[in-house]
């Protein structure tokens, strides 16, 4: 519904109340601490996607960051704020406003408490300690440039006038939390270059008739991912069959490039499971001949129990030898099924024709590009007064807590440095 029109003026407006959105108006806000910041949020609340993460958990970090963990079309882009904001750095942000990090045996970091909504409440108490105002139900939809500074406009006729501008706003994925791409034209109004974006971190689909029969089945394995035969990335884990495809963390891990080679119109894309990966073929296949012997007598259905899960085992079967009456005796394999059987163990090819939705992607692949970003301070090459920061960078990262800390990182590299230019100072780069 249209409001009247209300101006309101800021030394810093951040559009996004998200995780960068926290991180860039608190470090702003610590510099300086005479200047006037809001954050204009879309949402009825701030923080929603970080409730969210990790199952409600919020897997904040990792003990383990490095630039291997970021993918991007100019990723060392993300070095400079990732080094200036490392990971202890990072954990001395959160301790001070009153966050305790642990951390799991992956190197996975969260609250103590374990809960999301602890790390909400305490950025949220701290932005309030700040005097930084929250505006929410405050969609922008427009930013024009006015003299030195930008105008804001709101979905329903609200106006922001502010020295300078921050972009939290985030990506496409998970649009129940108000993300959903739109955001990005506020950017291209500005001269800024969009680079395609595809889902990550998000399940793959493959031929539904083969794995509908073993839906909610979990097994540890090696998933390999691979294109036109040729091996983009490799990850062991829990591996979870759903009926429509493939989920789990090392499918989540692989799920960035199969994504990517799917937009680029690849075919032949391929995630292969090894359900052995401590054994090589040649074991397996003795392993095999052996229970022939050992368990001749015993039905086909029976011949791998014990060494696979049962749904799992029937498939492979089946798929060995399509002929295979699973009432046979196991003395009556033939070598070529046990052989067949062996390969599929190390072997168990699934064809990815697709990936689930952005409604169930974790995260955004591409994004703004980052050329026109100077990185040691996120501004704008083409707009003065004009920063970025987390998920609407063409910047992502593996699942295990590597976009939360880009979120950070850039956030509060952003919120530094605008501070710093309202004061005349650049001198910390
Ligand atoms: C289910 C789920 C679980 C996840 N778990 C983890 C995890 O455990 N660890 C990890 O590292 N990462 C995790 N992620 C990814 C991580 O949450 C994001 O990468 C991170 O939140 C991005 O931060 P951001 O500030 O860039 O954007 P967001 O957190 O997405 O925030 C953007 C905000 O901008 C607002 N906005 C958008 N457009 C406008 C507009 N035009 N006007 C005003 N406001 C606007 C949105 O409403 C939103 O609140 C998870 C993601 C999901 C969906």
């Known amino acids: ?43 009825q609340r701030t923080g929603r996607k970080i409730l969210a993460t990790g199952n409600g958990r919020c897997n904040l970090s990792n003990e383990d960051i490095s630039i291997s963990r970021y993918h991007g079309k100019n990723k060392e882009f993300a070095l400079f704020a990732l080094k200036k904001f490392d990971f202890e750095k990072t954990m001395e942000f959160f301790k001070e406003i009153g ?193 022939r012997k050992n368990l001749s007598q015993v039905e086909c259905e029976h011949f791998l129990n014990g060494m696979l899960n049962k749904q799992i085992a029937r498939q492979i079967l089946k798929e060995s030898d399509e002929n295979l009456k699973l009432n046979v005796l196991s003395g009556k394999l033939s070598d070529k099924t046990i052989k067949i059987l062996a390969n599929k163990m190390k072997n168990w090819e699934f064809e990815i024709i697709g990936t689930n939705s952005w409604k169930n992607a974790q995260v955004t692949a591409g994004g703004i590009n980052t050329d026109d970003i100077n990185e040691k301070t996120m501004e704008s090459i083409k707009q003065k007064g004009l920063y970025f920061a987390g998920e609407i960078l063409d910047i992502d990262g593996d699942c295990g807590g590597f976009n939360l800390q880009w979120a950070w990182s850039s956030g509060l590299l952003a919120g530094q440095s605008v501070a710093k230019s309202l004061e005349g100072k650049n001198d910390n780069f």
């Open 1 to 43: 519904m249209a409001q009247a029109e209300t101006i309101k003026n800021v030394d810093i407006a951040v559009v996004g109340g998200g995780a960068s959105g926290f991180a860039a108006s608190i470090s702003a806000a610590e510099i300086n601490k005479g200047i006037k910041i809001a954050i204009l949020e879309k949402g």
């Open 99 to 291: 966050i305790l990090p642990t951390s799991s045996e992956e190197g996975k970091v969260y609250p103590m408490s374990l809960q999301a909504s602890s790390v909400v409440d305490m950025l949220r108490i701290r932005i309030k300690q700040l005097a930084i105002e929250e505006i929410t139900e405050f969609d922008v939809t427009d930013i024009s440039k006015k003299g030195a500074g930008f105008t804001l406009k709101s979905a329903d006729g609200q106006t922001v006038s502010a020295k300078k501008v921050i972009l939290c706003t985030g990506g496409k994925a998970a649009p129940e939390f108000g993300t959903d791409g739109s955001a990005y034209k506020l950017a291209q109004k500005l001269g800024h270059k969009l680079n395609a974006t595809f889902p990550a971190l998000v399940q793959l689909k493959c031929d539904v008739k083969r794995v509908r029969a073993l839906k909610g089945v979990k097994l540890m394995g090696m998933a390999t991912l691979l294109c036109d035969k040729k091996e983009i990335r490799k990850e062991h884990g829990e591996i979870m069959f759903t009926d429509y495809g493939l989920s789990g963390p090392p499918i989540f891990q692989l799920s960035r490039g199969a994504s990517e080679n799917l937009y680029k119109g690849n075919k032949n894309i391929l995630v292969k499971i090894d359900l052995f990966p401590e054994y090589n073929y040649i074991d397996i296949e003795n392993i095999l001949f052996e229970r």
